[in-house]
């Protein structure tokens, strides 16, 4: 169906038809001039994204449906991140006439699949017109104690450094995919396809890089488990850009430094094994990649047994003074300057 035959408001009903508050906080939802949110007895979390065709997304491998999914996951992340709850999220669209009703019914089948994970309310937005691409804003609201807010300022020294899950997957999937993408533009080049042949790469094996690249995950689960151990980090991010860049982040804000071991990094079999058939060194997609979206985070060296028994969950290193720097300590023992090479937004 052409977008023009339902007109903006058109659009935002059919959108909305099946969006229903799954919190009690959210007083008005789609449908007013604002979102009211009621929160009596928490602070209140906001964070927002932007995600552009060309910069952050390509549709030539993404279909609409897990845009939808992980333009909502990556600022839910942000808000468990934050050690707080996600109860809300505003979506802004710019796009072209090239899309059609039915990828806008994807986009938002994507997003109410993310939420409703997480029992996030979808509660308002924008759509506008696009003469350059496919634009998308996403504004998360939390809310959290304020005794259990979790800044990036709180690593003291002799704090240990842990990550969830495993690094560099999420990176591999997008080399995989930009990969098998140049080798189909070379086959239409070449002329040994048309261009009415269907792009069908065979990703046998390395399933799981391609479901990091493309379904991403917030991390919610082992801020539950945190809590359930009784463990309460003293400083978080969630490893957007890389994880060396949200050490840095995390110790310039501390007035720390920090020594993580190579050794412990943890690293996914099939990422290790689409570094090699890359030529790319592990160590540095791993520390560099961005997109895992797990938790990077510190605690007091007392809890390292609870840390050692959790599940998902790697002590990779440890606090230190600030004039010790960001160091790397490679599996020979020897050291090197930790440097922020992940994702640069400009």
Known sequence: ?????????????????DIKPQNTSTVTGIGDDCAVIHNADAET??????????????????????????????????????????????VSIALSKRFVVEDLEDFYSGMR????????????????????????????????KKEDIIYRSGAKETDLVCVSGDLGAAYMGLQLLEREKA??????KEGKIDKD????????????????????????????????????PTAMM???????????????????????????????????????????????????GGEDYELVFTCPIGDNDKLQAMDDVKVIGHITKPD?????????SNEFELKAQGWQHM
């Open 197 to 232: 042949t269907p792009w069908n790469p065979d990703f046998a094996g390395k399933e799981y890089l391609i479901q990091r690249q493309l379904q991403t995950e917030a991390r919610g689960d082992i801020i539950e488990k945190l809590r359930q151990a009784g463990i309460r």
């Open 113 to 144: 699949m993310a939420c409703e994970k997480w029992g996030v309310d979808i509660v308002g937005g924008d759509t506008t017109a696009s003469l350059t691409g496919l634009a998308i804003s996403i504004t998360c609201i939390g809310e959290a």
């Open 45 to 90: 979390l906001v964070t927002t994204d932007m995600l552009m065709e060309g910069v952050h997304f390509d549709l030539t491998y993404v279909d609409m449906k897990h845009l939808g999914y992980k333009s909502a996951m990556v600022n839910i992340s942000d808000i468990f991140a934050m050690g707080g709850t996600p109860r809300q999220i505003l």
């Open 183 to 188: 080798v189909y533009y070379q086959q239409l």
């Open 324 to 332: 010790l720097g960001l160091m790397l300590v490679a599996r020979d």
């Open 238 to 288: 969630d490893i957007s850009d890389g994880l060396s860049s949200e050490l840095h982040h995390i110790c310039k804000q501390s007035g720390t430094g920090c020594r993580i071991f190579e050794k412990f990094l943890p690293i996914d079999y099939q990422t290790a094994v689409m570094a090699e058939e890359l030529n790319m060194n592990v160590t540095t997609c791993a520390l560099n």
């Open 1 to 17: 169906m052409d977008i023009s035959k339902l007109g903006e408001f058109g659009l935002i009903d059919h959108l909305a038809k």
